[in-house]
């Protein structure tokens, strides 16, 4: 394989792999912190989607969108944690009334978007600075996918910030730990679950104004790349930030490869290394043992 | 005894009224649709469509003063569409089944159509086993299948693309891409072309990102790309496409669904200009009076375009009346099979001079397919694009192929 061949793929992989973890990151962070598997977080993806493609009829300004559609999808979050889940926290069988919840929310938000926006493919078109394409060499890269992998960097660099330096991120990292313990020592945790639900379904919502120039702007989309982000949070640990990132990296990168090589195994390889980290690390590759967790 | 006499004229006149509106008959037709997500767009304008036609058919009259009337529920999948189709047949008594998006959904119903002889009008689903190795003689289907866009494309690179040999394809990973490729190819082998294949790939159907698949493709560098896919996917991976410039490198063909309406609203002003593409209707052409006057009720009615899907929920609808009318009532089922083996049915698709036929052996709608490439055209908003430079390829061209059922038997099986 020549060296131009690499870079494209690799930069695809990539591309793929930052949206994959802004999508997964949400997903697991809600998991880590809020104890929730939260099967309607591509819910969220897709309203802040719809939530960018209303204000831009208004204002047709792609930054606009992106702000309201993350800011929207994550005042929907809270509201959503603060009158319904926090009512099953702690129940007996709160598994099962999660799994209930959290997919009743899927059909819920995906119907509520069909009545207000129609079944019509919308459109998010991207801002004027970042139609084209860059040439590196003589490999040819979309503006907007390089933009896509900057942004993915900057929530890394944001979230290593606010987990490890501030006090408010040292919080939240000991709710992960120990809720009851933090809640004796004065914190309020109902507070700090409602704000890490935003905070995760806002990142749903930016990963969905983000992805919508890329793709298709319709109901149901959110519901189909769960699976995937699913695979990304097993792969690097379930509740695991940092696990999200390596996990949606190696997902982009085999998948990448995958089909330059053997397409016709492509989407299988990704199960592959999902059963092969099931095999060999069962609690994800950058999870420790759960220790003292609630 | 006068006013005995007086009283019975007057509950006479009171009853007879009642008693002819009880006598018309209402029949029933039992759709299925995708109505929520991805392909509820199918769904929903089929209902519309189906409302339009049923319009129509009902201010025209059927035998006897009875009316027709579609109840639709969201076929969900293959296992509840049956458990539907049954309730249709057995609790609602419907005389039809109707409709259905996914191919994989049709297969299940037409087995329940078979086992029930209730006649299944098929509207959507474009899979060719329907009409080929999965046929029952209770299935007739009222828009094209893969196999009739698929040898229309076959054609069309033979005559029309030149200075082409090498050949990729990418499709859904199901019946419907998997299929739509095999056709391609057989058709090219009977025409005698001669090409080399230089890549297949099969993202999942839905796949979000072909980010991956295109650099791929790029270094692959076919001279034609072949695109099996549908709907929103169809959107994306042409927007993700068009920055790596893939549009100007090879030649891109999309026949069965590129030039679904859907499509081209979807994508607006970032369609390219010039890619081969073609639907199963097209609002555009062929401009006759009939197409003119089927797009704009539907305008009128839905506030937007139709997808191709809309055609085939109208034609059906139309079929069923017809068949009604020829044998006089709904109930002799094996009459109705007759009426509408051979049945012409003229369709908003049809070009002046042509109309529309339903294959005895096979019970498929014949139509001639037109390919087209994307042309600069804002009468149809939100679309930025339209099809235009359309060849048009003779339906009898196109099906029966009986040499291509037999070989998607060996294939496929029964």
Redesign the interface.
């Known amino acids: 394989m020549d060296i131009n061949t690499f870079i494209a793929q690799f930069l695809s992989g990539l591309s793929t792999a930052m949206l994959l973890f802004l999508i997964s990151s949400g997903l697991t962070l809600i998991f880590g912190v809020v104890n929730v598997l939260n099967f309607a977080h591509g819910s969220f993806y897709l309203l802040g989607t719809y939530f960018a493609y209303q204000l831009m009829q208004l204002f047709d300004n792609f930054w606009v969108g992106l702000l309201v559609g993350a800011v929207g999808a994550g005042i929907v979050g809270m509201i959503i944690e603060f009158l319904f889940l926090r009512r099953i926290y702690g129940r007996a069988q709160e598994g099962a009334f999660q799994l209930l919840m959290t997919f009743a929310f899927i059909l819920i938000l995906d119907d509520v978007v069909k009545f207000i926006w129609g079944t019509e493919y919308k459109t998010i078109p991207k801002p004027a600075s970042l139609v084209g394409s860059l040439n590196i060499g003589s490999v040819t890269v979309p503006t907007y996918n390089i933009f896509i992998i900057i942004v993915g960097l900057l929530v890394v660099l944001f979230a290593w910030y606010f987990l490890t330096k501030t006090d408010t991120g040292k919080t939240v990292r000991a709710s992960s730990l120990d809720r009851i313990m933090l809640g004796l020592l004065g914190t309020n945790v109902p507070m700090i679950m409602t704000l890490v639900f935003g905070v995760a379904t806002a990142m749903g919502g930016l990963a969905g104004v983000l992805a919508a120039p890329l793709r298709t702007v319709t109901p149901g989309a959110g519901v189909e790349f769960i699976i995937d982000s699913m695979i990304v949070v097993v792969i690097g640990g379930f509740g695991n930030f940092w696990g999200a990132l390596l996990g949606a990296l190696i997902i982009g990168e085999v998948l990448s490869f995958g089909i330059l090589w053997m397409p016709e195994l492509a989407t299988v390889l990704t199960f592959i290394v999902m059963i092969i980290v099931l095999i060999v690390k069962p609690e994800g590759l950058l999870a420790k043992r759960a220790v003292g967790r609630k | 005894m006068k006013h005995k006499i007086i009283s019975l004229f007057i509950i006479a006149a009171i009853l007879i009224p009642f008693a002819a509106v009880q006598a018309a008959e209402t029949i029933k037709i039992g759709a299925l649709y995708t109505m929520?997500?991805?392909g509820?767009?199918y769904?929903?304008d089929s209902e519309v469509a189906i409302k339009i036609a049923l319009d129509e058919v009902n201010a025209k009259g059927l035998p006897g003063g009875a009316k027709l009337d579609v109840i639709i529920t969201d076929d969900k999948n293959p296992q509840y569409a049956v458990s539907v189709a049954k309730r249709y047949i057995t609790d609602e008594k419907c005389k039809f089944l109707f409709g259905i998006i996914s191919t994989a959904i049709g297969l299940a119903v037409t087995e329940v159509s078979k086992e029930h002889k209730v006649i299944f009008v098929g509207t959507d689903h474009a899979g060719t086993d329907l009409t080929a190795n999965k046929f029952q003689k209770y299935y007739f289907r009222s828009a094209n299948n893969t196999f009739q866009s698929m040898m229309a494309g076959a054609y069309y690179l033979k005559d029309e693309v030149k200075n082409w040999k090498k050949i990729a394809y990418i499709g859904p990973?199901y019946a419907y891409g998997r299929d739509q490729w095999m056709e391609l190819k057989w058709g090219l082998d009977k025409l005698g072309v001669k090409y080399e294949v230089v890549?297949?790939?099969?993202?999942?159907l839905?796949e979000?990102?072909y980010?991956?698949?295109?650099?791929?493709i790029?270094?692959a560098a076919p001279d034609v790309l072949v695109n099996g896919m549908w709907?929103?996917?169809t959107?994306?991976f042409i927007?993700?496409a068009k920055?790596?410039?893939l549009f100007g490198k090879m030649k891109y063909f999309h026949v069965d669904a590129g030039g679904n309406y859907?499509?081209l609203?979807?994508?607006?002003?970032?369609m390219p200009a010039g890619i081969i593409m073609s639907a199963r209707h097209h609002n555009n052409w062929p401009e006759t009076p009939a197409n003119k006057t089927y797009v704009d009720k539907f305008y009128k009615a839905a506030g937007?375009y139709p997808s191709y899907a809309a055609e085939g929920a109208y034609v059906g609808v139309h079929m069923i009346a017809e068949a009604i009318r020829k044998v006089g009532n709904a109930n002799d089922t094996e009459a109705l099979v007759k009426a509408l083996e051979g049945m012409k049915i003229q369709c908003p698709e049809d070009p002046q001079g042509f109309t529309s036929y339903i294959d005895p052996k096979t019970h498929q709608i014949v139509q001639v397919q037109a390919i087209g490439t994307t042309v600069k055209n804002d009468k149809f908003p939100?679309a930025k694009y339209m099809l235009g430079n359309f060849k048009v390829y003779p339906a009898d061209k196109l099906w029966p192929s009986f040499e291509y059922i037999d070989y998607m038997t060996k294939v496929k099986g029964k």
């Open positions: 929520t997500g991805r509820g767009q769904g929903k990973d890549g297949e790939y099969w993202p999942k839905y979000p990102d980010t991956s698949y295109i650099t791929a790029m270094k709907g929103g996917d959107v994306a927007k993700q920055p790596y410039g859907e499509a609203a979807g994508l607006g002003a970032d937007r939100p």
